[in-house]
């Protein structure tokens, strides 16, 4: 474990780290372009230079390994000069559009220029002219004239995403990245080509020119794209006109967690959000008189709903009422459910899995067959298996022993076909609460808007039985209400039900009933989410 | 707190000579406005004001060069907004009275340009901020109009479509680019 010596600061770091992660682990940043992290070091920026004592030269920090005794100097004239000299070097060519270039205010290069250079430019000829606006796929725009050829790019395609499509063309300030004749990328994970992008070369078209950077206010959140649960970052605004009307998310970006996602987001995930602000956003609770719904308000649809539920279970008993949740739900979510069906009311049919609901299509990174993120959650708090299976359901319904079903962001329809929408249409009382319009949802009587995962506090239980949180960053659409806050009052209105103000109660409630979850709070789970201890022939 | 007052004069404290001497200067002044307005009328010493008063709407006071009035959008020669859309004046307002929504140019060399551009005049506070934050020589608010009353909320609102069709007052344009003439000078983008 060699010890050295930077800016008369020491410190001790494992064999073979570089100069620049041992200055991090410091506190001091030290400037880079190519330096990545996750990807291979190629030395294309000269950025990081910093002074070594005794070294005849300045050396590159990224790809120098530290050794023992070793002084380094990050701050000295020399050093700001080389700094200064390479910026001047990287933006002879830049056409300085940052009014126009979506990285304005998080661009690697704006940010070092005001730190480390602030001077005009001493480059009196014309500016090399590159390509602008170049195609390179579904979701990607390339402007090559902003481009520092760091090269970030081209190694994340074929280390990373594991597809050699993209390269660095021609040679001097004529060089530029594009892909290879006739190719396009095509991987999953192209989205990440706009996040380590370090200045505004690569775009995504999803958000190309919707909103400034500087505009959007960011939360913690997971990816709720598939069972992976990739850390996440959901960027929004509070300001209504901001961008296309009426959007309030823009976008989400990965956030670092060495255990699930590494500091990657697939492309599934990273633009399934659009459902939130959707034009089929359920936003007033609504009842179905004859052939249309009827928008309605929450004391109206709870009465109508528990007098409904009260009815069958007097009538027929608990077992006419079949419930399919969705395992888009958070635990607290679904806790609260199970508080509600199996404690108060009764009811053992509870079934989140659809036959097929673990269908989609994987891939070998990060993206999950299963494209829910609370599978596991759902699981464990025992929401299947414990009465009649989902599809059983259905022929129940069919045939007229369930008389009541409760529809938690389900779609049998989708997941089922024909044979449950025959089946739905049959049934007594069908109540759909969810956050969007769907197949079902058209054959329902009762509508109660819920909200959706940036809407509500919660967590989400991954396929390795990793609980990670989710934080509210938006109030929910219109009148929607958390799933569990409809639950409480529901559960008001039917018998003894806990008072639940926050989610962090539900959760305080579920970690004293429910095992893998003993003993947990909020805070311990923390930023980046904690293993729970599984049940043996779980794991 | 104390109040000093003020001990009256002998001559002040018989009031007769203070009436008499605030009579005499009420009616030099309304001789003086009468005599001239009567001379204007009959087109004798038109040099010479009369009363101060500003007969507004009929006359107006000059306007300052710096003088922030309604504004408008430079345009380039083809007679399209001059406005890339960065939404630099619509962060720096701080009564957020400016909507505007980008979109694509099919012109890669503009590349941004606004799809809508919306000054709601009824928040506006005439601060000039966004004049200022124009990075390519877009915004002004030059045309030394105030804002005319409308009778709904719509007619407040003031799009691109016609705040691109104003002109700057003479004397007064603060852009070094008249609408619709010339290329560019002074603006960083080269647009």
């Known amino acids: 474990m060699p010890t050295l010596t930077i800016d008369d600061q020491q410190v001790t770091v494992d064999q073979g780290t570089t100069i620049l992660d041992a200055a991090k682990k410091l506190g001091i940043s030290i400037p880079h372009f190519c330096y990545h992290p996750r990807l291979t070091k190629v030395d294309a920026c000269r950025m990081c230079l910093v002074e070594v004592k005794d070294a005849p030269k300045l050396v590159t920090s990224c790809s120098n390994a530290v050794r023992d005794n070793m002084v380094v100097f990050t701050g000295t004239p020399k050093v700001e000069e080389a700094r200064k000299s390479i910026l001047e070097f990287i933006l002879i060519n830049h056409p300085l559009d940052c009014p126009i270039c979506d990285k304005a205010g998080e661009c690697k290069l704006q940010d070092y220029y005001f730190r480390h250079s602030r001077q005009p430019s001493r480059f009196k000829d014309y500016k090399v002219k590159k390509h602008k606006v170049v195609d390179l796929g579904a979701t990607m725009v390339l402007d090559s004239e902003r481009c520092v050829v760091c090269s970030r790019c081209v190694r994340f395609c074929k280390e990373v995403a594991g597809e050699e499509n993209l390269g660095i063309f021609n040679r001097g300030d004529h060089s530029e990245i594009g892909t290879y004749p006739g190719k396009k990328i095509e991987h999953n994970y192209q989205g990440n080509l706009a996040d380590i992008c370090p200045v505004g070369a690569l775009t995504a078209k999803d958000f190309r020119f919707k909103c400034r950077s500087w505009l959007l206010c960011k939360v913690d959140t997971i990816c709720p794209g598939c069972s992976n649960g990739c850390n996440a970052v959901v960027h929004f605004t509070l300001r209504s006109f901001d961008g296309i009307k009426g959007q309030r998310v823009f976008r989400l970006t990965p956030r670092e967690n060495n255990d699930v996602n590494k500091i990657w987001l697939c492309d599934v995930g990273r633009w399934g959000y659009s459902f939130i602000d959707s034009i089929d956003r359920l936003t007033t609770p609504a009842l179905k008189k004859g052939e249309d719904f009827v928008k309605s308000d929450w004391d109206t649809v709870l009465r109508e709903t528990a007098s409904g539920l009260k009815t069958v279970v007097e009538r027929y008993g608990p077992s006419a009422i079949g419930v399919i949740p969705s395992p888009h739900l958070t635990n607290e979510d679904l806790y609260a459910l199970k508080c509600l069906f199996s404690c108060v009311l009764k009811v053992t049919n509870i079934d989140f899995k659809l036959p097929g609901l673990d269908k989609g299509e994987g891939d070998k990174l990060l993206l999950k067959a299963d494209r829910h993120p609370n599978t596991r959650g759902a699981e464990l708090l025992g929401l299947s298996g414990t009465g009649l299976s989902a599809e059983a359901m259905m022929e129940k319904v069919k045939t007229g022993e369930i008389k009541a079903l409760y529809l938690v962001g389900s779609d049998p329809v989708k997941y089922i076909g024909e044979k449950a929408e025959e089946a739905l249409s049959r049934a007594e009382l069908l109540i759909f609460q969810g956050t969007n319009f769907n197949a079902s949802c058209k054959l329902a009587h009762v509508i109660l808007p819920g909200a959706t995962f940036v809407e509500k506090e919660g967590t989400f239980t991954n396929y390795q039985g990793r609980l990670q949180r989710i934080n509210k960053a938006l109030e929910p659409l219109g009148e929607a209400q958390a799933d569990w806050e409809i639950f409480t009052r529901l559960g008001k209105r039917l018998g003894s039900y806990p008072s639940y103000k926050y989610a962090e109660e539900v959760f305080k409630d579920m970690a004293r009933e429910v095992a893998p979850f003993t003993g947990l709070s909020y805070q311990k789970i923390g930023p980046q989410g904690i293993k729970l201890t599984l049940p043996e022939g779980k794991s | ?191």
């Open chain 2, 1 to 191: 707190m104390k109040i000093v007052g003020h001990n009256l004069t002998t001559k002040e404290s018989f009031y007769f000579f203070e009436i008499a001497k605030g009579l005499w200067i009420t009616s030099r002044h309304f001789i003086y406005n009468m005599y001239f307005h009567i001379a204007h009328l009959l087109g004798k010493y038109p040099e010479v004001p009369a009363a101060v008063t500003v007969q507004y709407p009929e006359e107006k006071v000059p306007l300052s060069r710096r003088w922030r009035g309604r504004h408008r959008i430079n345009a380039r020669p083809d007679g399209s907004p001059r406005c890339v859309a960065c939404m630099l004046c619509e962060t720096v307002c701080p009564v957020q009275c400016i909507h505007i929504v980008a979109g694509e140019h099919p012109d890669p060399a503009i590349e941004k340009y606004p799809v809508s551009f919306e000054i709601d005049v009824t928040r506006c506070c005439w601060c000039g901020m966004c004049e200022e934050a124009c990075p390519v020589d877009a915004l002004y608010m030059d045309t030394g109009k105030s804002p005319e009353p409308g009778f709904s909320r719509e007619d407040l609102l003031y799009r691109k479509e016609q705040l691109v069709k104003e002109m700057p007052l003479p004397g007064c344009q603060r852009s070094l680019n008249a609408p619709g003439q010339g290329p560019m000078e002074a603006n960083p983008l080269g647009l």
